[in-house]
């Protein structure tokens, strides 16, 4: 009974991390530029917290989950750490490049996608130091014109890996409805509820600092790809 109820509890935060992504929808309109294309688009997108009824969940749903939801943590991993490149030292960008390398060589697809939700918390936390000293808004128009393209690229891949958050948000809470009406399931509950978090950051984020950066970018002339369904995402040559 105690093993169950700790479940539960773990499943009730995964919900209130979800709630905080529906919230983040309602903020898109907000923005300009790139954010507000998303913003659009994800009006036309299925809300995460609507249309959501459970259903019945095999491993291949939550295999298919788990592993776009990992690819995800990789794009919008690789997305801030490019934006922190183009405005890093050279020994800054060969630590960038190091810990790149180290977590593709990672061959646990578990272990590789925990680590690519680390390097967001990390170049997030630089991106935000960036934009509240002032020096990004100060450095951005002097950028030459590989990094103001690198930098234009990795707001796109941001913007596509925020529409995947939206609708990898809505299977995550189907997942986990399917599972509260069966207590058994919840066993199984474990690396969906791991993925949670890092969907609901990027949903929360696009139209928090991120929205910043595409505003400094528009204001530097950056030129910033809109986002459409059958957009792809680029390499980022970090």
């Known amino acids: 009974m105690t093993r169950i109820s700790s479940k539960l509890v773990s499943m009730c935060a995964a919900g209130a991390c979800l709630l905080a992504m529906n919230a983040a929808h309602a903020q898109l309109s907000a923005l300009g530029g790139l954010a507000s294309s998303l913003g659009g688009m ?31 943590s990789e794009i919008a991993g690789r997305s801030v750490t490019a934006i922190n490149a183009a405005f890093a030292s050279e020994e800054q960008l060969m630590a960038k490049r190091a810990a790149l390398a180290a977590i593709a060589a990672v061959t646990d697809p578990k272990d590789r996608a925990a680590r690519y939700r680390a390097l967001y918390d990390l170049e997030a936390s630089e991106t935000k130091r960036l934009i509240d000293s002032g020096g990004m808004e100060k450095r951005m128009a002097a950028l030459d014109g590989e990094k103001k393209k690198l930098i234009g690229q990795a707001l796109l891949n941001f913007a596509i890996g925020a529409l995947q958050a939206v609708e990898l948000g809505r299977q995550g809470k189907s997942i986990a409805a399917s599972s509260a009406m069966n207590p058994v399931e919840l066993v199984r509950l ?14 929360i984020d696009v139209s928090g600092f991120m929205g910043t950066v595409v505003k400094l970018a528009k204001s530097a002339d950056i030129a910033v790809p809109k986002v459409g369904v059958d957009s792809k995402a680029v390499a980022l040559n970090v």
Do not use: C, Q, W
Not at 43 to 66: L, Q
Not at 192 to 199: E, G, H, Y
């Open 190 to 203: 474990t690396p969906v509820k791991d993925a949670i978090p890092m969907l609901a950051k990027v949903a």
């Open 42 to 72: 994800l009006g036309k997108a299925v809300n995460p917290m609507a249309g959501a009824d459970a259903y019945d969940v095999d491993a291949n749903h939550i295999d298919t989950f788990v592993r776009k939801s990992a690819e995800l």
